[in-house]
Protein backbone atom coordinates (compact mmCIF):
# COMPACT_ATOMS: atom_id res chain seq x y z
CA UNK A 1 0.00 0.00 0.00
CA UNK A 2 1.46 3.22 -1.22
CA UNK A 3 1.33 6.44 1.32
CA UNK A 4 -0.75 8.50 -0.89
CA UNK A 5 -3.29 5.17 -0.33
CA UNK A 6 -2.68 5.63 3.55
CA UNK A 7 -3.15 9.58 3.31
CA UNK A 8 -6.76 8.77 2.23
CA UNK A 9 -7.99 6.05 4.39
CA UNK A 10 -9.98 6.27 7.56
CA UNK A 11 -8.22 5.19 10.51
CA UNK A 12 -10.09 4.30 13.67
CA UNK A 13 -7.80 3.77 16.17
CA UNK A 14 -8.29 1.90 19.56
CA UNK A 15 -11.59 3.95 19.98
CA UNK A 16 -13.60 3.08 23.25
CA UNK A 17 -16.34 5.23 24.58
CA UNK A 18 -18.39 5.45 27.63
CA UNK A 19 -21.40 7.49 28.62
CA UNK A 20 -22.39 8.60 32.07
CA UNK A 21 -25.03 7.28 33.86
CA UNK A 22 -27.45 8.98 36.20
CA UNK A 23 -25.92 7.17 38.85
CA UNK A 24 -22.43 8.48 37.88
CA UNK A 25 -21.36 5.28 36.61
CA UNK A 26 -19.78 4.90 32.75
CA UNK A 27 -21.43 2.77 30.69
CA UNK A 28 -19.30 1.37 27.85
CA UNK A 29 -20.56 1.55 24.40
CA UNK A 30 -17.23 0.95 22.43
CA UNK A 31 -14.24 -0.94 23.72
CA UNK A 32 -10.82 -0.87 21.50
CA UNK A 33 -12.24 -0.41 17.89
CA UNK A 34 -9.69 -0.43 15.44
CA UNK A 35 -10.48 -0.94 11.69
CA UNK A 36 -8.87 0.57 8.27
CA UNK A 37 -11.25 1.93 5.68
CA UNK A 38 -8.99 1.98 2.13
CA UNK A 39 -10.35 5.12 0.19
CA UNK A 40 -12.85 4.03 -2.24
CA UNK A 41 -14.41 1.57 -0.07
CA UNK A 42 -17.71 0.63 0.69
CA UNK A 43 -17.75 -0.59 4.15
CA UNK A 44 -21.17 -2.10 6.15
CA UNK A 45 -21.15 -2.16 9.76
CA UNK A 46 -23.58 -4.72 11.41
CA UNK A 47 -24.83 -5.21 14.43
CA UNK A 48 -27.84 -5.48 16.65
CA UNK A 49 -29.76 -1.95 17.94
CA UNK A 50 -27.13 -1.09 20.47
CA UNK A 51 -24.04 -2.26 20.08
CA UNK A 52 -22.49 1.19 19.58
CA UNK A 53 -22.25 1.38 15.55
CA UNK A 54 -24.72 4.33 14.76
CA UNK A 55 -22.01 5.82 18.15
CA UNK A 56 -19.30 4.91 15.54
CA UNK A 57 -20.39 6.54 12.52
CA UNK A 58 -21.01 9.71 15.19
CA UNK A 59 -17.67 10.01 16.54
CA UNK A 60 -16.36 9.57 12.33
CA UNK A 61 -18.45 12.12 11.86
CA UNK A 62 -17.25 14.71 14.06
CA UNK A 63 -20.14 15.04 16.26
CA UNK A 64 -18.64 13.77 19.46
CA UNK A 65 -14.99 14.18 20.07
CA UNK A 66 -15.65 12.61 23.97
CA UNK A 67 -13.58 9.42 23.59
CA UNK A 68 -10.78 7.47 23.78
CA UNK A 69 -8.16 6.77 21.31
CA UNK A 70 -7.87 8.40 17.28
CA UNK A 71 -9.54 8.55 14.28
CA UNK A 72 -8.26 9.55 10.66
CA UNK A 73 -9.26 10.75 8.16
CA UNK A 74 -6.98 11.80 5.15
CA UNK A 75 -4.46 11.83 7.49
CA UNK A 76 -5.88 14.83 9.28
CA UNK A 77 -7.41 13.25 13.28
CA UNK A 78 -11.10 14.18 13.26
CA UNK A 79 -11.63 16.67 15.82
CA UNK A 80 -15.16 18.33 14.85
CA UNK A 81 -17.65 18.01 12.10
CA UNK A 82 -16.29 18.53 8.45
CA UNK A 83 -17.92 19.34 4.90
CA UNK A 84 -15.12 16.37 4.06
CA UNK A 85 -17.34 13.76 5.49
CA UNK A 86 -21.40 13.72 4.76
CA UNK A 87 -23.70 11.97 6.75
CA UNK A 88 -27.57 10.59 6.18
CA UNK A 89 -29.51 9.23 8.87
CA UNK A 90 -32.78 6.91 9.02
CA UNK A 91 -34.62 9.78 9.39
CA UNK A 92 -34.12 11.91 6.35
CA UNK A 93 -34.58 14.88 8.92
CA UNK A 94 -35.62 17.35 6.13
CA UNK A 95 -36.86 20.67 6.75
CA UNK A 96 -40.74 20.64 6.51
CA UNK A 97 -40.95 24.41 4.98
CA UNK A 98 -37.98 24.10 2.27
CA UNK A 99 -38.65 22.33 -1.21
CA UNK A 100 -36.08 19.47 -2.08
CA UNK A 101 -33.98 22.03 -4.13
CA UNK A 102 -33.63 24.56 -0.81
CA UNK A 103 -32.93 21.46 1.33
CA UNK A 104 -29.52 20.82 -0.57
CA UNK A 105 -29.05 24.16 -0.74
CA UNK A 106 -28.82 24.30 2.99
CA UNK A 107 -25.90 21.67 3.31
CA UNK A 108 -23.68 24.51 0.75
CA UNK A 109 -24.30 27.43 3.60
CA UNK A 110 -20.69 27.01 4.39
CA UNK A 111 -19.24 25.97 0.93
CA UNK A 112 -16.89 28.76 -0.68
CA UNK A 113 -18.92 28.76 -3.99
CA UNK A 114 -20.76 31.25 -5.82
CA UNK A 115 -24.10 31.50 -5.55
CA UNK A 116 -24.48 30.24 -9.29
CA UNK A 117 -21.80 27.24 -8.48
CA UNK A 118 -23.97 26.07 -5.74
CA UNK A 119 -27.20 26.23 -8.04
CA UNK A 120 -25.51 24.17 -10.23
CA UNK A 121 -24.20 21.72 -7.58
CA UNK A 122 -28.01 21.31 -6.13
CA UNK A 123 -29.49 20.47 -9.69
CA UNK A 124 -26.22 18.28 -10.58
CA UNK A 125 -27.02 16.37 -7.35
CA UNK A 126 -30.85 16.03 -7.82
CA UNK A 127 -30.27 14.62 -11.01
CA UNK A 128 -27.75 11.64 -9.61
CA UNK A 129 -30.18 11.07 -7.49
CA UNK A 130 -33.17 10.56 -10.05
CA UNK A 131 -35.11 13.34 -8.67
CA UNK A 132 -35.23 15.55 -11.93
CA UNK A 133 -38.59 17.27 -12.12
CA UNK A 134 -39.10 17.48 -7.58
CA UNK A 135 -36.70 20.20 -7.17
CA UNK A 136 -39.74 22.30 -6.11
CA UNK A 137 -41.94 19.92 -4.15
CA UNK A 138 -41.45 20.22 -0.35
CA UNK A 139 -41.07 16.72 2.10
CA UNK A 140 -44.74 16.15 2.42
CA UNK A 141 -45.43 15.97 -1.31
CA UNK A 142 -42.54 13.47 -1.40
CA UNK A 143 -42.45 9.76 -0.52
CA UNK A 144 -40.37 8.45 1.75
CA UNK A 145 -37.75 6.42 -0.61
CA UNK A 146 -38.02 10.44 -2.37
CA UNK A 147 -37.39 11.93 0.83
CA UNK A 148 -34.40 9.97 1.49
CA UNK A 149 -33.20 10.28 -1.96
CA UNK A 150 -33.09 14.22 -0.99
CA UNK A 151 -31.34 13.50 2.23
CA UNK A 152 -28.69 11.51 0.15
CA UNK A 153 -28.24 14.18 -2.27
CA UNK A 154 -27.80 16.66 0.53
CA UNK A 155 -25.23 14.77 1.91
CA UNK A 156 -22.70 14.29 -1.28
CA UNK A 157 -23.64 17.85 -2.60
CA UNK A 158 -20.34 19.30 -0.70
CA UNK A 159 -18.21 16.74 -2.62
CA UNK A 160 -17.37 14.56 0.36
CA UNK A 161 -14.73 12.07 0.81
CA UNK A 162 -16.60 9.90 3.07
CA UNK A 163 -20.11 9.52 2.57
CA UNK A 164 -21.80 8.16 6.51
CA UNK A 165 -25.21 6.05 6.16
CA UNK A 166 -26.99 5.86 9.29
CA UNK A 167 -29.50 3.21 8.64
CA UNK A 168 -30.76 5.39 5.78
CA UNK A 169 -33.50 2.51 4.55
CA UNK A 170 -34.43 0.89 7.49
CA UNK A 171 -38.02 3.29 8.19
CA UNK A 172 -38.94 2.03 4.28
CA UNK A 173 -40.93 -0.63 3.32
CA UNK A 174 -38.98 -3.53 1.49
CA UNK A 175 -39.75 -2.68 -2.33
CA UNK A 176 -38.79 0.65 -1.41
CA UNK A 177 -35.72 0.04 0.21
CA UNK A 178 -34.38 -2.74 -2.60
CA UNK A 179 -34.84 0.04 -5.01
CA UNK A 180 -32.90 2.43 -3.02
CA UNK A 181 -29.99 -0.12 -2.21
CA UNK A 182 -29.44 -0.63 -6.10
CA UNK A 183 -29.89 3.62 -6.60
CA UNK A 184 -27.23 3.60 -3.64
CA UNK A 185 -24.66 1.13 -5.32
CA UNK A 186 -24.85 3.06 -8.64
CA UNK A 187 -24.16 6.61 -6.91
CA UNK A 188 -21.46 4.54 -4.99
CA UNK A 189 -19.98 3.41 -8.63
CA UNK A 190 -20.35 6.76 -10.54
CA UNK A 191 -18.69 8.62 -7.15
CA UNK A 192 -16.46 6.53 -6.10
CA UNK A 193 -16.18 8.06 -2.69
CA UNK A 194 -15.72 6.23 0.41
CA UNK A 195 -18.66 5.01 2.11
CA UNK A 196 -19.74 3.43 5.90
CA UNK A 197 -23.35 2.16 5.93
CA UNK A 198 -24.41 1.07 9.47
CA UNK A 199 -26.86 -1.64 9.35
CA UNK A 200 -28.82 -4.74 11.38
CA UNK A 201 -30.05 -6.13 7.92
CA UNK A 202 -27.76 -9.16 6.90
CA UNK A 203 -28.99 -8.89 3.28
CA UNK A 204 -28.04 -5.22 2.91
CA UNK A 205 -24.72 -5.19 4.89
CA UNK A 206 -23.81 -8.25 2.28
CA UNK A 207 -24.94 -6.51 -0.91
CA UNK A 208 -23.76 -3.62 -0.24
CA UNK A 209 -20.24 -3.89 1.29
CA UNK A 210 -16.81 -4.35 0.16
CA UNK A 211 -16.70 -5.69 3.56
CA UNK A 212 -18.71 -6.46 6.27
CA UNK A 213 -17.84 -5.26 10.13
CA UNK A 214 -19.82 -7.46 12.41
CA UNK A 215 -19.74 -5.74 16.02
CA UNK A 216 -20.62 -7.75 19.30
CA UNK A 217 -22.43 -5.71 22.13
CA UNK A 218 -22.20 -4.50 25.50
CA UNK A 219 -20.00 -2.96 24.84
CA UNK A 220 -19.33 -2.46 21.16
CA UNK A 221 -16.71 -4.76 19.66
CA UNK A 222 -15.30 -5.94 16.50
CA UNK A 223 -16.46 -9.26 16.37
CA UNK A 224 -15.35 -10.42 12.96
CA UNK A 225 -15.05 -8.47 9.19
CA UNK A 226 -16.09 -10.56 6.33
CA UNK A 227 -14.60 -10.01 2.89
CA UNK A 228 -17.49 -10.19 0.08
CA UNK A 229 -15.81 -11.25 -2.57
CA UNK A 230 -18.43 -11.40 -5.10
CA UNK A 231 -19.18 -9.33 -8.15
CA UNK A 232 -21.29 -6.62 -8.88
CA UNK A 233 -24.69 -6.04 -9.49
CA UNK A 234 -24.97 -9.05 -6.74
CA UNK A 235 -27.54 -11.61 -6.79
CA UNK A 236 -29.40 -11.93 -3.48
CA UNK A 237 -30.35 -15.93 -4.73
CA UNK A 238 -26.62 -16.99 -5.63
CA UNK A 239 -25.34 -19.78 -3.43
CA UNK A 240 -22.40 -17.91 -2.77
CA UNK A 241 -24.66 -15.00 -1.29
CA UNK A 242 -26.65 -17.57 0.81
CA UNK A 243 -23.74 -19.02 1.87
CA UNK A 244 -22.23 -15.75 3.15
CA UNK A 245 -25.07 -14.90 5.20
CA UNK A 246 -25.42 -18.07 6.90
CA UNK A 247 -22.14 -17.60 7.81
CA UNK A 248 -23.25 -14.18 9.10
CA UNK A 249 -26.13 -15.05 11.26
CA UNK A 250 -24.68 -17.99 12.57
CA UNK A 251 -22.29 -15.21 14.42
CA UNK A 252 -25.21 -13.35 15.43
CA UNK A 253 -27.18 -16.93 16.32
CA UNK A 254 -24.33 -17.46 19.34
CA UNK A 255 -25.24 -13.82 20.78
CA UNK A 256 -28.85 -13.89 20.58
CA UNK A 257 -29.93 -17.03 20.33
CA UNK A 258 -31.88 -17.52 16.14
CA UNK A 259 -32.70 -14.43 14.45
CA UNK A 260 -36.65 -13.54 13.78
CA UNK A 261 -37.45 -13.23 10.00
CA UNK A 262 -39.45 -9.97 9.88
CA UNK A 263 -42.44 -9.35 8.03
CA UNK A 264 -41.15 -7.40 5.46
CA UNK A 265 -39.12 -10.16 3.98
CA UNK A 266 -35.33 -9.15 5.00
CA UNK A 267 -32.68 -10.52 7.33
CA UNK A 268 -32.45 -8.61 10.24
CA UNK A 269 -30.57 -9.84 13.58
CA UNK A 270 -32.68 -8.84 16.91
CA UNK A 271 -32.95 -5.87 18.20
CA UNK A 272 -32.25 -4.48 21.81
CA UNK A 273 -32.91 -0.63 22.96
CA UNK A 274 -29.50 1.80 22.10
CA UNK A 275 -28.98 4.55 24.29
CA UNK A 276 -30.90 8.36 23.68
CA UNK A 277 -28.66 11.18 21.93
CA UNK A 278 -28.95 14.55 20.74
CA UNK A 279 -27.71 14.61 17.27
CA UNK A 280 -26.20 18.44 16.27
CA UNK A 281 -25.78 19.17 12.47
CA UNK A 282 -23.40 17.71 10.71
CA UNK A 283 -23.05 20.53 8.21
Same mark, same amino acid.
Given at each position: ????????????????????????????? #????????? &??? @??????????????????? /???????????????????????????? @????????????????????????????????????????????? @??? /??????????????????? #???? $???????? &??????????????????????????????????????????????????????????????? $???????? $????????????? @? /???????????????????????????????
Amino acid at each position: MTSSTLSESIDILHVSKRYAQQDGAPLAV #LDDISLRVR &PGE @FVSVLGASGCGKSTLLRLI /AGLDNDYSGDIVVAGEKVRDTSLERGIV @FQDHRLFPWLTAAQNILAALRNAPLSAREKRDAVAQHIALVGLSG @FEN /AYPHQLSGGMAQRVAIARG #LVNR $PRVLLLDE &PFGALDALTRGRLQNELQRIWEHERITMILVTHDVDEALYLGDRVVTMAPRPGRIKRIVDVAL $PRPRERNH $PRFIRLREEVLAD @F /AEQHGEPRAPRDGGTRIPVTSPPITEWRLAW
